[in-house]
């Protein structure tokens, strides 16, 4: 099984001036209209550095069309009422799937977990992701067999992913963490044994940890705590045993490679690079998939 992540905060510099709106938040970005200091939640893309949200909702006079002022994440997503909706729904699927496993005694374990090649006894009909179950890459993603395996999970989530959520967008962040969590499940799939089992969140929470160095580094945050953070669970997953080592390193080079796109795409060509990246990602996934099913049967 995947080792969960440890946790993290997003590191501030000290000294730093705390955003207008929330002033707990230190930042070193401010509104290029009034220079007052915003956070990535706030922080909303023009045609020269960032607005804020009162700048752009007094309009820029410049003969745009109304949307072209509505509120916009760093990553040119639009900014929700409540930043975290997302990460709740993931976190809970994640629960309800692990009550269902507990009510079913561990029998959605076997016929949801991450395997490629199996069969439950001697001269039974094989099964695993090779023999058509492709579902599997994604089931496997939201289950968990143990109430430590999955409070980890959901604690990287939910101190990740909140903040991911607000400066991506809801269905950036969303790309960002399905893809990242069936990188790590192809990978997985791709190197580990065809009858060892996986399962867990810990390749999609991988993703969210590679996605906030990325995302720290383009706010001119201190990267220190994130790498050592990193660093840290990178050591877990290469020298405690069971753990699916594959499907964090899937998921981080995944989630890395997607985020750099979010945040660093030019604004005239943003949802080209963004969604272009991701289904690039997507694409190499699909075709690792198919080598090993081909290699498999």
């Not at 930043?83 to 809970?92: A, E, F, M, Q, Y």
């Not at 959605?108 to 001697?122: A, E, K, N, P």
């Not at 580990?192 to 390749?203: I, V």
């Not at 080598?291 to 049967?297: A, D, E, H, K, Y």
Request: charged share 15%; aromatic share 8%; net charge neutral.
């Amino acid at each position: 099984m995947e080792q969960a992540p440890g946790s993290g905060q997003e590191p501030q510099n000290p000294g730093l001036p705390g955003c207008y709106r929330h002033p707990d938040r230190e930042t070193g970005i401010r509104c290029a209209r009034c220079e007052r200091p915003i956070c990535p939640e706030c922080m909303i893309s023009a045609s020269v550095g960032f607005q804020c949200p009162d700048c752009v909702r007094e309009g820029s006079g410049t003969g745009h069309a109304p949307s072209a002022n509505q509120p916009r994440t760093l990553a040119g997503g639009t900014i929700a009422a409540d930043p975290r909706l997302l990460t709740k729904v993931l976190i809970g699927i994640n629960a309800a799937v692990f009550i269902a496993v507990l009510a079913t005694d561990d029998r959605l374990v076997r016929d949801l977990s991450l395997i490629g090649q199996f069969w439950d006894y001697f001269g039974a009909p094989l099964q695993g992701v090779a023999e058509g179950q492709w579902y599997r890459l994604v089931t496997s993603m939201f289950l968990h067999q143990e109430i430590w395996h999955l409070g980890f999970n959901m604690l990287g989530l939910w101190w990740l992913g909140g903040p991911l959520e607000a400066a991506l967008g809801r269905a950036r962040y969303l790309s960002l963490y399905l893809i990242s969590g069936l990188a790590g499940s192809a990978l997985t799939y791709l190197i580990a044994a065809p009858n060892q089992p996986s399962l867990g969140a810990s390749g999609a929470v991988f993703g969210l940890m590679g996605a906030t160095a990325v995302l720290m580094r383009r706010l001119n945050y201190d990267l220190r705590p994130v790498l050592v953070l990193l660093a840290l669970n990178l050591l877990f997953t290469f020298t405690w045993s069971g753990i699916a080592w594959e499907a964090h390193v899937g998921g981080l080079v995944a989630g890395t490679a997607i985020a750099y796109a979010m945040v660093h795409a030019p604004r005239e060509r943003r949802a080209l690079v963004q969604y272009g990246v991701c289904g690039l990602v997507l694409l190499v996934v699909v075709a690792v998939v198919v080598v090993r099913t081909t290699q498999l049967v």
